[in-house]
């Protein structure tokens, strides 16, 4: 079936570094992508989203990047803080479901 | 402004034993989902309600999880004669119409001995 999966499990980052993490996904009717962050004993936490017909989107200090080419979703986090550690989702929507699909996750450690 | 609310937070239970965690939406919010968060895993889908109505509950695992949403407000997910592989966190998330961002709760995590 369809899949959201990580390159990485885990990414560790000096602190004022930059930081990407990367996702891949398999569903090419995918219409809506999502990466969240989720801290230890929270639910996920919205970052910033982007739909399949844009291929980049800037908030603040964070871009997402899309190449549906090759079905490829990167989170890029700029100037890390020790607040970005964390455990980042990526999920994917198909606009035919309601549902969202989830990446196992990445967990970034920020090193200071 | 309140968010997603879960309670309880935390719910040990017996195998066999049937628990209720409940979930408080965003206000306003139509749109409400329940998922499943095994350790170091990703959120799986469970249920889906718009309003209270059930519109896909395709990912329950199975005939023992039940829920329900009877004034399209308050949603309770229910979980019958509970194993072992039931343990895990349950989060719920609304959504408001005509978006696609949902909000999660904190989560409830279960343990199940």
């Known amino acids: 079936g369809e899949s959201v999966g990580l390159h990485l499990p885990t990414l560790s980052v000096q602190e004022g570094d930059n930081s990407i993490i990367n996702c891949a996904y398999s569903?090419?009717?995918?219409?809506?992508f999502i990466w969240y962050k989720q801290e230890s004993g929270k639910g996920p936490q919205f970052i910033i989203d982007?739909?399949?017909?844009?291929d980049k989107r800037q908030g603040q200090r964070v871009t997402v990047l899309l190449n549906k080419t090759v079905k490829h979703l990167s989170l890029q986090i700029a100037a890390t803080q020790p607040g970005d550690s964390a455990v980042y989702f990526c999920?994917?929507?198909?606009?035919?479901?309601?549902?969202?699909?989830f990446g196992t996750g990445t967990r970034l450690t920020i090193i200071p | 402004g309140a968010g997603v609310s879960q309670s309880p937070r935390y719910k040990v239970a017996k195998r066999g034993q049937d628990v209720a965690l409940r979930c408080d939406p965003i206000?306003?919010?139509?749109?409400l989902f329940w998922y499943q968060q095994a350790l170091g895993q990703g959120p799986e889908f469970l249920t889906y309600?718009?309003?209270?109505?059930?519109?896909?509950k395709s990912g329950l695992p199975s005939d023992r999880f039940f829920a329900e949403r009877p004034e399209g407000s308050v949603s309770t997910l229910k979980i019958q004669r509970t194993q072992q592989e039931d343990s895990a966190v349950y989060l719920c998330?609304?959504?408001?119409?005509?978006?696609?961002?949902?909000?999660f709760g904190p989560g409830t995590r279960l343990t199940v001995l």
């Open positions: 998330a609304s959504r408001k119409r005509q978006t696609n961002e949902q909000f």
């Open positions: 569903n090419s009717a995918s219409d809506y």
């Open positions: 982007i739909r399949s017909n844009m």
């Open positions: 999920a994917e929507n198909d606009g035919g479901n309601e549902k969202l699909t």
């Open positions: 206000s306003g919010h139509v749109s």
């Open positions: 309600f718009q309003n209270e109505a059930q519109l896909d």
